[in-house]
T-cell receptor, first 113, second 115 residues
């Protein structure tokens, strides 16, 4: 069964450093999403991406964040200058279209020290 | 603003019992209500979903009950099994608006089923 994959599974970085989280969505999916989950809290929407551009972003997704689909398979989330409060589990998701089920990857645990 | 409120935060049920998790929403534009199941170290996986044109949907041991007037929906797990022990999230989405697929999640319920 096709699945969303994410790398790395765990990333430790120092405050102020840039990190790139990588995702490979399911191959025939057209809509891509990033969500995050701070430990013990709910899953929160960050951004949606369709047709090579951001469709919607939440108030969390400020200028420190960017997304990119650099080739036909990868979808990345970049955090330019990490802060302690960016420590969270980051989930990538994809769907065939916006009305369909979103399939989530296993997540990348980001720890900012 | 908390768009989707979920309770209880944690739930302990004996094997064979019924697990009930409740959610309430505020935005009447929501028209898709999924439940996700998450095991440790994994991403959320869709369990079952409902649209407001029906009041109940059943898939195996899992049932969603939906009350449009009260803006509430709940997940019932019949004959709960230890393998059901996981975190359950309710969510909501507006499929007719300008937001392209954004899911609003509840805070999650940690379900433990004792053997």
């Amino acid at each position: 069964e096709p699945e969303v994959t994410q790398t790395p599974s765990h990333q430790v970085t120092q405050m102020g450093q840039e990190v790139i989280l990588r995702c490979v969505p399911i191959s025939n999916h057209l809509y891509f999403y990033w969500y995050r989950q701070i430990l013990g809290q709910k899953v929160e929407f960050l951004v949606s991406f369709y047709n090579n551009e951001i469709s919607e972003k939440s108030e969390i997704f400020d200028d420190q964040f960017s997304v990119e689909r650099p080739d036909g398979s990868n979808f990345t989330l970049k955090i330019r200058s990490t802060k302690l409060e960016d420590s969270a589990m980051y989930f990538c998701a994809s769907s065939e279209n916006r009305l369909h089920e979103q399939y989530f990857g296993p997540g990348t645990r980001l720890t900012v020290t | 603003q908390q768009q989707v409120k979920q309770s209880p935060q944690s739930l302990i049920v004996q094997k064979g019992g019924i697990s009930i998790i409740n959610c309430a929403y505020e935005n009447t534009a929501f028209d898709y209500f999924p439940w996700y199941q998450q095991f440790p170290g994994k991403g959320p996986a869709l369990l079952i979903a409902i649209r407001p044109d029906v009041s109940e949907k059943k898939e195996g041991r899992f049932t969603i009950s939906f009350n449009k007037s009260a803006k509430q929906f709940s997940l019932h797990i019949m004959d709960s099994q230890p393998g059901d022990s996981a975190t359950y999230f309710c969510a909501a989405r507006n499929d007719r608006g300008s937001t392209l697929g954004r899911l609003y999640f509840g805070r999650g319920t940690q379900l433990t089923v004792w053997p």
